[in-house]
């Protein structure tokens, strides 16, 4: 009885996960006029791709998409790598000043980033990364989740004997990290880099202070499609279907392994 | 003689590159991070300081140092308290709720059940649409004249709400939102944790006649109570920094007003007002001044919650 209990409430709960989305996509497959029916339609119609073209018409979205997948996809990239870096650091080198220096990282995912976008902003006008990729893609290189996440990895999953054996052959450092550590680290670098894509990909406020509507990205064009005068729901959630939901989609299907990474990532002390 | 002089050269220059190797690398390992949030973390915040002390505008080339001027003239301005009220109030609404149907979605999750892998993934789904996605499709559901919300409260007797219009109605709006994104993300994190807790205390437990709400209290929440401590921690860091909903709120509603959180700011945040200084009205001096009395209020918000949550109750240690 209790079990039969829980499986209602989870289902619930997971059909009010799933219901928005499904309902962007019946309202973005209609005509506006079919939003003022009663009851509302629940079934999508055969709009969509019309109500696609008009959103491509509207605003640069083919660019948008080209964008998006250009910038999330060099932050994922380099995000994987530098974690991976400095995680083998901190988790099996020795150093001075080793602790404090990981618990500076941890610690400075804490401070609320967004009150420094003033100066930052300043800073990309200076240096006239206005309007540019650079600007999003440069500050997020390398993040302290990354590498606490790998780090978390690495010193559980990478043999110190390996690397001590490693040392014996006469191998550096350098190596070591690309022969012993990389191969290693893959599993939860793939993680980590879906996850990495996925925010970058879904990043707004950065991207809407910095960038023009002109050379957008996904997020931007989006909230440019939904800020318009006329308040026009298909275009916007026809807008939202096409620029999130191949992201929900990919997520569905590999998202066993993306949730192992966030439960493992979670576990802290 | 040449030759084994030249050898021992060659094994002291390796000894040297290896000792060079074996002390420099890790630092260069982790120089990248250290640099980049030098530069673009730490840099900014310290200089949002300097700003906030001079009359400084986008327009102007010329910044005059006022002092304190900024930040007089903030605790007398009436939409930086209405700010704040509003940043505490959605915060309030969105995060309670939200961390007790999490704990709760997280133990009904962390017993053998069927369909597991299903469950996890549909509670993650909102947190992977991204927020734009998500404020563009609330605000429909919202929607006054044929939101789905207000058709099904019209079964009820209630009609044509105006949720983007009312101080209330907007921060449950805008805080829904809020908790269909991030539930399930923090009950999963709120699961990791409770998968630690060892299962022989349950058994115990159990054998004892505890009821599963006992359960709950008794074991599950104190043995889980850092996990509890660091996402209460964190929540509060982010309801203080709410933005992207209230500024896309305003654009799509309809309500008019984007920066300002509504026509009478009725749902602007903190956040919300620094952006609309800083980039619709290009004040740098000013909305710095107000990033840092913003930067005060986190601190002080996300330092109260946990020392609260860290003294909350629990048996064990």
């Not at chain 1, 980590?192 to 894509?197: A, P, R, V």
């Not at chain 2, 944790?193 to 074991?219: C, F, H, W």
Request: charged share 10%; hydrophobic share 55%.
């Amino acid at each position: 009885m209790r079990r039969r209990l829980s499986y209602l409430t989870l289902l619930a709960v997971a059909f009010f996960s799933i219901f928005p989305l499904y309902y962007s996509v019946v309202v973005a497959s209609r005509h506006n006029s079919a939003l003022a029916e009663v009851p509302p339609p629940l079934l999508p119609g055969g709009n969509f791709f019309a109500n696609v073209a008009r959103v491509f018409d509207t605003v640069p979205f083919a660019m948008a998409l080209l964008n998006s997948f250009l910038v999330a996809g060099s932050i994922a990239v380099a995000v994987m790598f530098f974690s991976t870096l400095a995680g083998f650091a901190f988790a099996k080198l020795s150093f001075r000043g080793k602790n404090i220096l990981l618990l500076i990282t941890v610690a400075t995912m804490m401070v609320p980033a967004q009150l420094g976008i003033i100066p930052l902003y300043m800073l990309m006008v200076k240096i006239e990364w206005t309007g540019s990729m650079y600007a999003l893609v440069v500050p997020a290189l390398v993040n302290a989740f990354g590498v606490f996440f790998m780090t978390q990895y690495l010193s559980r999953a990478l043999p110190t004997e390996l690397l001590e054996a490693g040392r014996v052959d006469g191998a550096t450092t350098w190596r070591l990290f690309w022969h012993v550590v990389l191969p290693t680290a893959r599993p939860a670098a793939a993680v980590l880099g879906m996850l990495t894509f996925m925010s970058a990909w879904n990043d707004y406020f950065w991207p809407l202070v910095v960038l023009t509507p002109e050379n957008p990205t996904v997020q931007v064009a989006l909230s440019t499609l939904a800020s318009g005068y006329v308040n026009d729901y298909v275009l916007g959630l026809a807008g939202t279907a096409v620029g999130t939901l191949p992201l929900i989609l990919v997520f569905i299907l590999l998202g066993k392994q993306i949730i192992g990474g966030i439960m493992q990532g979670a576990v802290k002390g | 003689m040449a030759t084994l002089q030249a050898t021992a050269r060659r094994r002291h220059r390796r000894l040297v590159r290896h000792t060079l190797d074996l002390k420099l690398s890790p630092y260069a390992y982790i120089a990248p991070f250290f640099l980049l949030f030098c530069a673009f973390g730490v840099f900014p915040l310290i200089f949002t300081a300097w700003v906030s002390l001079h009359e400084w505008t986008l327009t102007s080339d010329v910044h005059t140092f006022i002092g304190a001027e900024n930040f007089t003239t903030l605790l007398g301005d009436g939409y930086f308290w209405n700010a704040t009220f509003n940043t505490f109030s959605i915060g309030i609404i969105s995060t309670v709720p939200q961390l007790v149907l999490a704990i709760w979605l997280a133990h009904l999750l962390n017993r053998p059940l069927r369909a597991q892998t299903f469950f996890r993934i549909t509670l993650l789904v909102p947190n992977v649409t991204s927020v734009v996605a998500v404020v563009v499709i609330f605000s429909q559901l919202f929607g006054r004249d044929y939101g789905l919300i207000n058709w099904m409260l019209s079964w009820f007797g209630i009609d044509g709400v105006a949720w983007a219009e009312g101080t209330a109605t907007s921060h449950v709006a805008i805080s829904a939102m809020i908790m269909w994104r991030w539930t399930g993300y923090n009950a999963l994190i709120f699961l990791a944790a409770m998968q630690a807790v060892p299962k022989e205390l349950y058994e115990a437990a159990t054998l004892d006649g505890a009821s599963n709400l006992t359960q709950l209290r008794k074991i599950t929440i104190p043995m889980i109570k850092p996990t509890i401590v660091f996402v209460v921690t964190v929540s509060t860091i982010g309801a203080m920094q709410i933005l992207a909903e209230p500024l896309l709120f305003g654009a799509g509603s309809g309500a008019g007003g984007i920066t300002s959180g509504g026509p009478d700011h009725q749902f602007q945040t903190l956040a919300l007002y620094v952006y609309d200084l800083g980039f619709n009205k290009f004040d740098f001096g000013y909305a710095s001044a107000a990033s840092w009395v913003m930067f005060l209020f986190v601190v002080l918000a996300a330092g109260v919650n946990y020392l609260l949550t860290r003294r909350m109750g629990g048996a064990f240690k």
